[in-house]
């Protein structure tokens, strides 16, 4: 696994396995521990637990989920057996990854991880995501229903999970097999526009920087495919 770090609060690990997977740890800003955004694939729960402690910033406190897929929950168990850590995910996506409905264009239901590992996010009346410590969650469904990017305003790094792929840094759409909804994915693009982080961070390829520069042409390249489709 490779470790690197991002900015003064946020680690990157990444691991290999056909195709690349990242998790991120973000040091909590009470001092008080870390949290795991994502937790990729079974098998890097050991890594992430041995880096934690060499990190010596405290345990792992909580995990954010961006989603529920397979490739995003893979260690959520190993993890929470040994840190009692709790996960928290949009209540839009945990029906899906609990196997009650299939994932818009599976035929079938997919539970990615046990009923009531993955508690809902509370929702504000007016209908604001929490924060955790430094994470401000933003709801950006498309790729899941109920896929959400946890952006670090004192970093200005936005963690996004499957909203995006990159290639030599500039912004691709996330990988289609996988995707819902890519329209609503690509209107989803526009939190970049709204937060404007200096760095932002995908599950399956490279960093982009400065993204909001990019959106525009984003959404017009998608634009521009649907009517040559027509
Ligand atoms: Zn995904
Ligand atoms: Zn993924």
Redesign the pocket.
Known sequence: MKIEQISDHIWTLKSWMFFEFRVWIVANQDGNGVTLVDAGIERMAKDILAFVEKLNKGPIKQILLT?G?S??VGSVLKIVESTKAPVYGHPIEIPYLEGDLPYPRRKKTEQTLPKDVVRPFYIEEDGQLPSFGALQTYLAPG??PGHVVYYHEQDQVLLA??LFTSKKGKLKRPMKM?TGDMHEAIQSSRIVEKLKPVRLEVCHSGSVFDPAKQIASYIEEWSSLQKNRI
């Open positions: 989603h897929h490739d995003h790729h899941s999970g499957d996988f």
